[in-house]
């Protein structure tokens, strides 16, 4: 990860860190994985999954186990 990368995390909201870490730690997760997880409410995980890919350090693609969901993880390449 760039410094520029720790840096912007270290201006983010806990909530946003809290999901970060979790994602470091536990590998990717659905959206209701990191709720359960974080035992955060369903619309701060989302702003805070937002603001963790406005700066590009996490990453979104399809669950294939229901299509429907998402599964985040981190950017690996930042």
């Known amino acids: 990860m760039s410094r520029d ?6 201006d ?3 909530s946003a ?3 970060y870490k979790v ?3 536990e590998g990717s ?11 955060l ?5 989302r702003y805070a999954l937002g603001e ?3 700066i590009d350090v996490v990453e979104q693609e399809i ?8 599964l985040y993880s981190l950017n690996r390449t930042v």
């Open 23 to 25: 994602l470091e730690y």
């Open 17 to 19: 860190k809290l999901v």
């Open 52 to 54: 963790l890919q406005s």
């Open 63 to 70: 669950y294939f186990a229901d299509a429907r969901k998402r």
């Open 29 to 39: 997760a659905t959206q209701s994985q990191l709720i359960e997880e974080t035992r």
């Open 5 to 10: 990368s720790k840096e912007q995390i270290q």
């Open 41 to 45: 409410s369903e619309r701060t995980v």
């Open 12 to 14: 983010l909201p806990p």
